[in-house]
């Protein structure tokens, strides 16, 4: 349930501006929210450190992908 709401969630609203920015020719930025824990896991965190450092790789590489 954690990957699906903090990962999947956030890929799922990025696409969908994604496409409407690109479509009606919008220049911006996306903000994704990521944690501390994606870089500096807790303990008994595993889910939602492995979660947040998703986050933070795709939130990277979108960022690289959807440059001008």
Do not use: E, R, W
């Not at 220049?27 to 990521?34: A, D, E, H, L």
């Amino acid at each position: 349930k954690v990957m699906t709401t903090n990962v999947f969630g956030v890929f799922n609203v990025q696409k969908t501006f994604t496409n409407h920015m690109i479509k009606n020719g919008i220049k911006g930025s996306i903000v994704n929210s990521s944690s501390k824990a994606a870089t500096n896991c807790p303990p008994n965190m595993c889910a939602y450190a492995a979660s947040k450092g998703a986050v933070l790789s795709f939130s990277q590489v979108a960022a690289k992908d959807l440059a001008p």
